[in-house]
């Protein structure tokens, strides 16, 4: 399984568990002491909310990049915004982020020297991109930049697939990209302003549209980077775009009185069992489910994991 998968539903998970914690909310007027600790303390989600979304969707780019290092393909022969960004995306972020570690003090020839020797490798037949080839524009990513991401990877319209997908999934949202440039205000005004006063109904209506956007996020990038590991001729020559409709999906789902696993669209289910981790498990060792964005959900039939089996 992605690490950067397990670690983001990891840490949502917590974040979620937080949002029901009793000193979030502030109480009558008078009570200075207790509304200032609670404006505090969620300023500070606000912050650390972004960050694991953020933190989600630079680590699974890093994993994906480093699969295409690994994919055999002649670096000349990759789609062109994704040969540009491991070159002069990375020159970018470098001399960006280089210059910045100096200023702190921190070690920035090591930083850059790592890094450049990955840009230079891709002069070989065995390459590496680096993790900062995209998403590194500035110190915290914005829709513009997921937007690039994705259309490096042949998915035109990203934010609008996102949409798709994860209303597909039980995760509707009337725009994916305004909840994410709506976080992205609020976690800077929380981490930069003392008097910024965030919300509590922000923070709840925030996991679900930052699962929303991490699933779809995931499983286009994931769908994209199979056809590329695939040497899709019409993928690879840029006659090929991947879209929401490329992403096939199944559940499982919970009932009753036991659980189920069902296709997307389907009115049987394929199979059931009383204990939820067996039937994932007999629903990821099948053949025919291999290819699928399997997708484990809640009472609500909001998801609350995913697994993308063939390429992790």
Not at 52 to 81: T, Y
Not at 125 to 134: D, H, K, N, T, V
Not at 205 to 227: W, Y
Not at 236 to 255: E, K, Y
Request: glycine content about 6%; charged content about 25%.
């Amino acid at each position: 399984m992605s690490t950067a998968r397990q670690s983001f539903l990891e840490r949502i998970g917590a974040f979620r568990t937080a949002l029901g914690e009793e000193n979030l909310v502030s109480g009558e007027p008078a009570e200075i002491q207790r509304n200032n600790t609670a404006r505090l303390l969620r300023n500070g989600l606000a912050v650390v909310g972004f960050a694991i979304l953020e933190d989600f969707l630079r680590s699974r780019l890093a994993e994906i990049l480093a699969r295409v290092g690994n994919s055999h393909i002649p670096f000349d022969e990759l789609p062109e915004p994704l040969r540009d960004a491991a070159v002069l995306g990375a020159a970018r972020a470098l001399a960006h982020f280089g210059e910045l570690k100096r200023r702190q003090g921190e070690d920035y020839v090591s930083f850059v020297q790592n890094h450049s020797q990955l840009i230079a490798s891709t002069v070989s037949s065995s390459y590496e991109i680096s993790g900062m080839a995209l998403g590194w524009t500035g110190a915290n990513l914005s829709d513009g930049d997921i937007k690039e991401i994705m259309r490096a990877f042949r998915i035109k319209d990203g934010w609008g697939n996102i949409d798709i997908v994860a209303k597909r999934v039980g995760l509707a949202s009337p725009s994916h990209r305004e909840a994410f440039s709506q976080a992205a205000v609020r976690r800077h005004k929380a981490a930069h302003s003392a008097r910024t006063d965030t919300e509590v109904s922000h923070l709840v209506s925030f996991v679900p549209q930052a699962i929303g956007i991490a699933l779809g996020f995931d499983a286009l990038m994931s769908r994209s980077l199979k056809r590329l590991l695939e040497h899709d001729s019409a993928y690879l020559a840029d006659s090929g775009q991947v879209q929401a409709s490329d992403v096939q999906t199944r559940f499982i789902d919970p009932t009753a009185c036991n659980w189920r696993e069902i296709k997307e669209g389907a009115k049987r289910a394929v199979s059931r069992g009383e204990v939820k981790e067996d039937l994932i498990k007999k629903c990821l060792a099948r053949p025919d489910a291999r290819d699928d964005v399997v997708i484990v959900r809640d009472s609500s039939l909001r998801p609350s994991n995913w697994f993308i089996q063939n390429v992790a």
